[in-house]
């Protein structure tokens, strides 16, 4: 009876806990089983209103100060933490976030402080332009900002009110590299300051920790920066003040010195590269727009992101033969007093609607009532009197060449071409020394200052500039005394490399220094390396070490100096032979030889009358006269039959090229079957026309070279296997000899003969007496790419040895003007060599063909010196007419001896 009574009250107990569990419970269930069911969000609902909001003054409760806390003892809802709160049941943001590392730059225009680091995404037109609102900002602060430009597609616009950088790509290489130029500044922009701001890009491969980008304006040093953006463009921009800046030339100076992350091999160094973006690189600020106030201040027009100056000629009538005359009398000064190192011309009729463009220079000439329709504010002189004025108008600055009658517009364009020209110095940071006979030069002279290297491949580099006329074969040298030392730990046989114009000239074994180091130690350059017009020297040394084979880790950051290379090195030139040779493009490239020759004008036939034809011969004239320092005077004739015996410049596309000239250049033989094709090469309708097929072009360069950069070779030949030595020469000069043997009779008695000589003594017998003949020089077909865009070929003149004709073609109007503006780029121009000279657009590649034979044109008054170099170097690369020369002058000599000794003494 008493355990029923037990079980009975523990069952009243059981029910009575669990009614009371269930009032307990919350109003809606757990799970899915039972009762209502509810959906995750009502869930999430009815527990943000179980919660108590939280509040500033008591971040704990969400109640006031004076306000009394929630019981501890009464229970929220998921108050797993016994604290009066329910957590927070939003759920976490997992949009993927872009990972921007702490700012690396530091500058002494912001001493103490670092840039902040700005993600900022500019792929859209509208985002563009809010970057580019954003770098034009005033501040007092250096900011970097990592960008992300690129959407499978390239642009050329500037988001900067003045670029800079006057190349088109500027790419720093392997673990030191360096590029410097001058930027004219007039005395407003001076005065006024503004911002300046550098983009770059850099290989993947490259170690953050261990390089950096450096930036000098006149010398000091602006800013510093670890190169560590591979995946979005970085962008530094600084506070010019007026302090910094100087009217006149500005030098800039941009250096790189990169790491691998994780190879230590030398040919890890070739896998080393920094792009600067010209596109965000240059001056931002107010006025900048209206900064060129007259004549004196066009070299402060600038460049665009092409590296170059647009020159827009606004003129009536302009094919005719007269106006094209005036137009490359005009283009060729204003390059020269604009001292721009890259001018493009483009010719527009009146009424064309025009915009101005940053790095462009519009040239209106022709009556007051042609100026005053193209210019809103033609200056009022235009109706009275001849005028040369620069206004800015809607259509940027523009040079006024008017006057109220076709006469007056003549004597405004005497009087602006009549200036005189500029001094050329202006030019010698890029183009390097002008050597014009025995000189003695030393890295200090050139800009260098000591190098201490502590990486791996070191290479440096500078260009000197020789005389149109020089000429040097297998004969003489030129001297490089040495002044360097590496240290303990490099392998005595690594080895110093000097290459001159891309081919290998020499090489220096470490194992021949004095303990480690090279004191005015003589390293010979052939004479033959070089050419007329810019030469580029470049030295290169492969350091090797057992470290590096090692390659424990941390060891590809720098270390202690293993290299150094002092500025006391020298370079010694001797005396060469001065005399012009026809053909020679090289020449032509220097400085327009052979003519600028004599006091006659320069003979032109523009081929057609499109007006893409008449701006490529604007812009080639205007790239000579930029080598030549002077204007060239022209004549632009329609006709060619009558300038047979004289100089004559053809330029045009090949329809429109006369059948005359194709014969006398040879071009003929070379001209590519597909330019027969109606379209040609490139020349699709769809096609955009003249610069603005340059600017299309630049977008595809520019995309290529991402694509090389992201392919990252780790190989790099600088050698050119085509360019001619000594020895091809020699090989290339036995024809005649084959031939002697082939003929039969006494000639194969005398090849027979001689060849064991030549062959013992490696002789040429090539007897090259084309001076004395008009042998003919042709070219062998299949000498230039079947893909080539344009051809440049020389011969001499039909009735005269002593004059050349030089035909510049390309398939089509566009294509001419395009490549031509393409092949002006100064890397480009100085290639240009030999009998021919072709380019192809898609490859930006100069292939040449040297010229089999040539003439040679007295350039200065004859003396002893100057012919017997001249005829040092003639049999230099003829051995074999010195050997038999020699043989017969001893023969004469011994008959000669003979002849005086025998009537002395006694018969018997």
Known sequence: MRHKRLLTASAAALLLGVSVSWAQTPTFPLNNQGGLRTTPTQQQGIAEQSAAPLSPENPATGAARNSLAPPRNTPAPFDINNDGRTPSTALPDDTPTAIIQPSTTVSPLAPGTRATAVPIDAVSEQERQNLAALIRQPTNEVRELRVVLENNADYTDAMVDRPIVPERTLRLEGELDSRTWDVYLTAAEASRGGTLSLAFNNSVLVLPEGSRLRLYLNGREIMETAIDSPDRTKVITMPITTGLLRPGENSFRIEAEMRHRIDCSVNATYELWTRIDTRLTGFSGQGLDKAVSGLPDLPAIGVGTNGATRLRVIMDEPSNPAQIDRLLQVVQTVALRGRFGQPLVEVVPPGTDLEPVVGTLNIAMGPASTVSSV????????????????????????????????????????????????????????????????????????????IDFTGRRFRAGFNVTLPPDFYAAAYGEAEMLLDAAYSASIDPNSQLVIYVNGVS?????????????????????????????????????????????????????????????????????????????????????????????????????????????????????????????????????????????????????????????????????????????????GGGNEEPQGLEQYDEVLRRLRSQLRQEDAQLNRAANLSDPSSPTPERQRAGNQNWFDNLGDRGGFSSSISELLRPI?????????FDFSF??????????????????????????????????????????????????????????????????????????????????????????????????????????????????????????????WALVRPMGRNN
Request: net charge negative.
């Open 772 to 897: 004395m003949n008009a042998a003919r020089n042709e070219i062998p077909a299949g000498s230039i790419p079947a893909g080539a865009s344009l051809l440049m070929v020389q011969n001499n003149a039909p009735g005269n040895e002593n004059a050349a004709w030089t035909l510049v073609t390309a398939p089509s109007p566009s294509l001419l003007s395009t490549s031509i503006a393409s092949l002006t780029t100064p890397d480009v121009w100085d290639k240009i060599s030999g009998r021919a000279t072709a380019y192809t657009l898609e490859t930006n590649e100069v292939d040449t063909v040297r010229a089999a034979r040539v003439s040679y044109i007295a350039t200065m008054p004859l003396s002893f010196t100057n012919m017997r170099l001249i005829a040092a170097n003639w049999f230099s690369i003829n051995n074999g007419v010195y050997a038999i020369a020699v043989v017969i002058a001893a023969f004469f000599l011994g008959l000669i001896t």
């Open 758 to 766: 030549r062959n013992a003594f490696n002789l040429n017998f090539d």
């Open 375 to 450: 210019l809103s504010n033609a200056p009022a002189s235009v109706n009275s009197v001849p005028t040369v004025e620069l206004v800015n108008g809607s259509i940027g600055p523009t040079i006024v060449i008017s006057g109220p009658t076709p006469r007056e517009v003549d004597t405004a364009l005497a009087e602006f071409v009549g200036t005189p020209s500029i001094s050329r110095d202006w030019d010698r940071e890029a183009n390097g020394p002008l050597i014009d006979g025995a000189t003695s030069i030393t890295l200090a002279d050139l800009g260098f200052e000591t």
């Open 505 to 681: 000239s020499t090489s220096v074994n470490f194992a021949s220094a004095d303990r480690r180091v090279f004191r005015d130690y003589p390293v010979q350059l052939g004479m033959q390396s070089f050419k007329p017009g810019v030469n580029r020297i470049e030295m290169v040394a492969e350091l090797r070490s057992d470290d590096d084979t090692a390659c424990l880790p941390g060891a590809t950051a720098p270390s202690g100096e293993r290299f150094a290379i002092m500025s006391s090195t020298r370079l010694n030139f001797p005396d060469f032979a001065r005399i012009g040779q026809l053909p020679n493009l090289a020449s032509f490239a220097a400085n327009g030889f052979p003519y600028e020759m004599g006091n006659e004008p320069v003979r032109i036939l523009v081929g057609g009358r499109a007006l893409d034809t008449i701006g490529a011969a604007g812009t080639l004239m205007s790239r000579i006269a930029i080598g030549r320092g002077a204007p060239l005077t022209t004549s632009v004739v329609d006709q060619v039959e009558p300038y047979r015996d004289r100089n004559l410049l053809v330029i045009g596309p090949l329809p429109d090229v006369p059948t005359t000239v194709l014969e006398a250049t040879g071009a003929e033989n070379i001209i590519p079957a597909v330019w027969d094709t109606p379209s040609g090469i």
